[in-house]
């Protein structure tokens, strides 16, 4: 065949980009999720320590307090101690009377004032303790550490979190990149051999298929001949007629699959050559009038801007063809489709559009999918196979160009080409 295509985007390239891209972004977020947890149990647990560190501090210096005559207490020799050492703990401790008023204090600079009902304020982890004798409150030991030590350690541990997940995740990226080729392996083999299948079995049906298209040309020539059998020629016309229609369905639909499976192929690139878009369609427009006339459908150029571009010329054709040959399909007597062709910065824009029936929202993402048809009983009455939208897909995606749709149910389609112009072409080629 004439037509044979290596997509630049072969699919399972895409598929092994996409496995690794989702176990990438699944293990993201995985990471992310520990990473937060782990975060939370050491801050908890230094916390933790830091509580308990304060509970034996406060135990200990519970010994050293004493109760003076009128009831308030002090620590033992603070006066002594004070004046011949200096201040060497690293806690700040503090002894308050039961008004919060502030006795005395040993240690580094604390909160200010006595801190009830919260462990943490002002960078500082606190425990009180109340003083008591029997039923009697005489006052309160205060105790506050800094927790820079705690937020040194949790930023090294952020920091190590952060400094891992790129590392990690390319790790992970590269290993299941190289692994999903080994697990797409049993599904590439069968869906090449589905291929071979297809190729095979397209190329085989074509020649009894030629052959039913050449005996309906003897049988309607002999049917011409034999005019004078009364009755018989108008059944059998009726009858050949039909049979001529089904044969020409099924050849339609066994030469578009040839191309899928040709588009899908690695025989060859096609044919690159300058390609006067506006020339060419004109062209395939002005092949499509006299079927548009019958119908009763209008089909004009609205727009028809000078554009050349770099492309097979016969992958073209067929796009513009397809798109409308679609539009042609699902639009009703008395419609209009209408074609264009523009720029749109350093691309070309072909825009075909068509006042049809339109298409659901929900079909939207799935109308490039092969043999998917919006309207299968409009389809198969005109002879759709489903893979026009899906070639012109393949086709416009192998010649580095977009396709997409803007529709509105009830209201018509419009079919959007972009294509870089050759500026752009050349500078890739």
Not at 31 to 59: E, K, M, P
Not at 123 to 146: C, K, M, N
Not at 161 to 176: E, F, Q, W
Not at 393 to 408: M, P, R, T
Request: a negative charge; one cysteine or more.
């Amino acid at each position: 065949m004439a037509l044979a295509i290596e997509l630049r985007r072969p699919l399972f390239a895409d598929v092994r980009w996409r496995i690794a891209a989702m176990f990438v972004a699944l293990s993201g977020v995985l990471y992310l999720t520990l990473a937060g947890l782990a975060i939370c149990f050491f801050y908890w647990s230094l916390s933790s320590s830091l509580d308990n560190h304060l509970r034996v501090q406060a135990s200990e210096l519970g010994h050293a307090i004493e109760i003076d005559q009128g009831g308030t207490p002090h620590f033992r020799d603070w006066l002594r101690v004070v004046q011949t050492e200096p201040a060497r703990s690293l806690a700040s401790i503090q002894l308050y009377d039961p008004n919060g008023v502030l006795l005395e204090k040993y240690g580094i600079s604390g909160p200010s004032g006595l801190i009830k009902n919260r462990h943490e304020v002002d960078s500082f982890r606190v425990i009180e303790t109340p003083l008591r004798r029997g039923d009697q409150l005489l006052g309160f030991l205060q105790i506050a550490q800094p927790t820079s030590f705690r937020n040194e350690a949790m930023q090294k541990l952020e920091l190590t979190i952060i400094l891992l997940a790129p590392v990690l995740l390319l790790g992970l990226g590269v290993t299941s990149y190289i692994v999903s080729d080994a697990a797409t392996a049993p599904i590439r083999e069968n869906i090449n051999l589905l291929k071979q299948f297809v190729a095979d079995a397209s190329h085989e049906l074509n020649t009894p298929i030629s052959i039913l298209q050449a005996r309906m040309d003897v049988l309607e020539k002999k049917l011409g001949i034999d005019e004078g059998t009364p009755g018989r020629s108008s059944d059998l016309s009726n009858e050949l007629d039909i049979i001529s229609k089904t044969t020409e369905r099924m050849d339609k639909i066994v030469q578009d699959l040839m191309l899928l499976v040709e588009v899908e192929g690695t025989v060859r690139q096609p044919k690159q050559e300058h390609v006067h878009l506006d020339q060419l369609m004109k062209q395939v427009a002005a092949e499509f009038q006299a079927k548009f006339d019958e119908k009763g459908v209008k089909l004009t150029i609205e727009k028809s801007e000078p554009v050349t571009i770099i492309a097979s010329q016969e992958n073209l054709h067929k796009v513009i063809a397809n798109l409308l040959e679609n539009a042609w399909r699902y639009t009703d007597p008395g419609g209009t489709v209408s074609v264009s062709l523009g720029r749109e910065n350093s691309l070309a824009r072909l825009e075909v559009s068509d006042t049809g029936i339109g298409i659901p929202p929900e079909s939207l993402p799935l109308i490039f999918e092969r043999f998917y048809r919006v309207d299968k009983s409009r389809s198969r009455a005109s002879g759709g196979s489903g893979l026009g939208l899906s070639i012109v897909k393949a086709l416009v995606e192998a010649s580095n160009g977009s396709v997409s749709v803007q529709s509105e149910l009830g209201r018509g389609s419009a079919f959007r080409v972009m294509l870089p112009t050759i500026s752009d072409a050349s500078q890739k080629s």
